[in-house]
């Protein structure tokens, strides 16, 4: 099964997970510490907790998170833990668990910005989308970087490397699946794996201190 936990960080979360908090992974407090400003830290930590909550959902030991570390690419992993994703983007954090896929996640603000210079970033018919749609490039870049999450290997030159088509992608000469989620008209997201997506088990939770927003909604886009 592939789940996707989300949740929208509001002023008083932020606020709370700013604090340093005993729960931290080891692996992560260091690294947390070196953030350079509080939103960076709240967004990390609700990213963590978000996959805490994936992890007990697929039935994982209550301790599992703690024994989080990096690959040699710097990725997040867990050893006997299926593929898992984080991503966030101002208010918007989001993670992805599968229980047998290799799997990417990445979610953007859409905001106008130096959409030239972005452009640059996207092969021609892109660019000339985005020319007459300029949040269209969050759309291409959300599964540009989904992409190469789910490859394991990140970086600039593999997100120009790789070719969009349609529903999928193209990199390491292997096709890539991909699916657009719909989270927040504000925001583009995308998922990507190296098999085909079905069914996904999409939920929006509320952080603790909080009223759950309703009941998950299950997506098969």
């Known amino acids: 099964m592939l ?8 002023t ?3 606020v709370l997970l700013a604090e340093r908090r005993p729960y931290d992974p080891p692996a992560y407090r260091e690294r947390i510490d070196r953030m350079a ?7 990390t930590r609700a990213g963590l907790w978000l996959l805490d909550q994936l992890l007990t959902a697929a039935g994982h030991a209550e301790n599992t998170l703690e024994h989080i570390g990096f690959s040699a690419s710097g990725q997040p992993r867990i050893h006997g833990v299926p ?3 984080i991503s966030h983007s101002e208010r918007l954090v989001a993670c992805a668990l599968s229980d047998e896929a290799s799997i990417g996640l990445d979610v953007e603000y ?3 910005r130096d959409m030239q210079r972005m452009a640059r970033l996207l092969d021609t018919a892109e660019r000339t989308h985005v020319e007459h749609t300029p949040l269209a490039f969050f759309d291409y870049w959300c599964a540009r970087e989904a992409t190469v999450k789910a490859s394991g290997r990140v970086g600039l030159k593999r997100i120009r490397a790789l070719k969009l088509a349609g529903e999928t992608a193209r990199l390491d000469e292997r096709d890539w699946h991909l699916q657009a989620l719909d989270l927040d008209a504000g925001y ?3 998922l990507a794996s190296d098999r085909p997506i079905g069914p996904v088990d999409l939920r929006e939770l509320s952080l ?10 299950s997506s098969d886009q």
């Open 3 to 10: 789940r996707v936990f989300y949740t929208f960080l509001g």
């Open 12 to 14: 008083r979360d932020q």
């Open 37 to 43: 400003d509080d939103g960076a830290r709240s967004r």
């Open 83 to 85: 593929s898992f994703s």
């Open 110 to 112: 859409r905001r106008l």
């Open 188 to 190: 583009a997201a995308c």
């Open 208 to 217: 603790p201190g909080r009223e759950n927003t309703g009941p998950h909604k």
